[in-house]
């Protein structure tokens, strides 16, 4: 069955649009339609914190970190005779090793080859696949099934905040992390989990139900001694799979992480969250624009920070200057290839973990407290983002550089941090950059933006993950 998109509305310009492009003929501006967005801070119905952020964050570096993932992500569900030919032909990821029981980070192009959205790809074993994540990515590819030309069915299970009354999400998903958790996962289970690959996916049993689980890092040092392990399965068994996790993990120091820490240990582990998708411009995506609800996803998107422009298209990256230039495969032909051949060649920026100076945060923390008209944009501890698109400027004396994009402090860092994308030549171990801390003219309209003044942060490059000083 095919569930369409839904829209909501709200008494604000563009509130009685239907679709994206009319709420972006309302307001006149793509940019300020995502910067003056009047969405405030993402909160799921997941709590901030269990005991408290610091002991959180200490758990996966000490011993072993629960988070439930089950309701801030949308998963998206594929089948059909034509589902191969689909993501091949909108995916920039090669597709000779695919199937049921694997796994892909799915990166989506427009045809200039800018990214619309990524997300996490699962080979299922009954002929469907499922889109996990923010629902960019996924809606490029149901509106790809409604326009025609592909015998494929979707079925659509929302996050919660987005949910029907009454109904309930389909999956529950659990993230565990830490140098604790095989010994965890393999007291719960009884027995041996065998050599887990990062990526790879593996089954197991947890307090009598069948889950799966997929190795990767979403907090913490990659490539460390910790393990990171999603494990998903149906709703329902939840808690009894939740109670398993716990109990098995007593003796060890399992800790309960809320999303304070969760999001927080995404910038140690360096990821970036998502590009602004590139579909607000181009003339030959009106209609995709017109098919996107006003108020989805796209036409709900908040993007902060210094870095400021008027054209909505120099916020566009592609996956090159994303950092995911390794998942672009000219083995195939796919929406944008030609452009990604020819920006192969080009110089493109580099992902680096930008290290905040400490007496210049401490300077903004007390700005923001007690500087008067003059203070500075709060610092909100331990995670600094105030859009869903965080990009703060990143300068090398007067000279543009790059952004920088998630940022937060951990005490396994004991520093702010950020995730960044530099000029490569720039992208130097030790080399000073400075980040311009605050938005333009006082603040956008933000609702979470409070009125400001922009200052800079000194911030030290490192190519690698932090480590504490």
Avoid at 140 to 162: A, S
Avoid at 179 to 201: C, L, M, Q, T, Y
Avoid at 234 to 257: C, M, S, T
Avoid at 433 to 462: A, M
Wanted: aromatic letters at 10%; one cysteine or more; a negative charge.
């Amino acid at each position: 069955m095919n569930t369409p998109l839904t829209a909501t509305a709200a008494a604000r310009p563009g509130a009685a649009a239907k679709s994206l492009q009319e709420r972006l003929d309302s307001i006149g501006s793509a940019v300020t339609m995502l910067r003056d967005s009047r969405s405030g801070r993402f909160k799921s119905p997941y709590i901030d914190e269990f005991t408290n952020w610091q002991d959180e964050q200490a758990g996966w570096a000490q011993t072993a970190t629960l988070f439930d993932q089950s309701h801030h992500m949308t998963d998206v569900y594929f089948r059909g005779p034509d589902i191969d030919r689909l993501l091949a032909e909108h995916a920039t990821n090669s597709f000779k090793s695919w199937g049921p029981g694997k796994t892909k980070h799915l990166i989506v192009c427009a045809p200039d080859g800018n990214m619309i959205g990524t997300a996490v790809l699962f080979g299922l074993d009954d002929g469907w696949v499922s889109v996990v994540g923010p629902t960019a990515a996924a809606n490029w590819l149901q509106y790809q099934v409604e326009r025609g030309g592909y015998d494929v069915e979707y079925q659509r299970d929302e996050r919660t905040n987005d949910l029907a009354p009454g109904v309930k999400r389909r999956t529950f998903r659990y993230e565990i992390e830490g140098p604790a958790v095989r010994a965890i996962i393999e007291k719960a289970n009884g027995g041996s989990i065998g050599d887990v690959k990062f990526f790879s996916r593996v089954r197991f049993t947890l307090g009598g139900v069948p889950v799966e689980a997929l190795s990767h890092t979403m907090a913490g040092v990659p490539g460390s001694e910790s393990m990171g392990l999603e494990i998903w399965g149906p709703a329902g068994e939840g808690k009894r799979v939740w109670d398993a996790l716990l109990d098995a993990g007593e003796e060890v120091g399992l800790v309960r992480g809320g999303g304070l820490a969760y999001y927080t240990g995404s910038v140690e582990s360096g990821y970036a969250a998502q590009p602004t998708p590139a579909i607000y411009s181009a003339p030959e995506l009106r209609g995709y624009r017109e098919w996107l609800p006003a108020r989805g996803y796209e036409g709900g998107l908040s993007v902060g920070g210094s870095f400021a422009s008027d054209d909505i298209e120099d916020y566009y990256v592609t996956p090159f200057d994303f950092g995911y230039g390794h998942l672009v495969k000219f083995d195939h032909d796919f929406v944008g290839r030609t452009a990604l051949e020819a920006a192969a060649s080009r110089p493109h920026k580099k992902k680096v973990w930008l290290r905040w100076n400490r007496d210049d945060v401490a300077r903004v923390y007390a700005g923001a407290l007690y500087g008067g008209s003059g203070r500075y944009k709060y610092l909100a501890t331990p995670l600094g983002r105030y859009a869903r698109v965080q990009l703060d400027a990143v300068l090398d004396g007067d000279r543009l550089t790059g952004t920088s994009t998630l940022c937060g402090y951990t005490v396994n860092v004991g520093d702010w941090m950020s995730t960044a994308f530099v000029d490569e030549q720039d992208a130097t171990d030790g080399k000073e950059l400075r980040l311009l801390w605050g938005e333009e003219n006082g603040g956008t309209s933000k609702l979470n933006v409070e009125s400001h003044v922009q200052t800079d942060i000194r911030v030290t490059v490192s190519n690698g993950p932090l480590e504490r000083l």
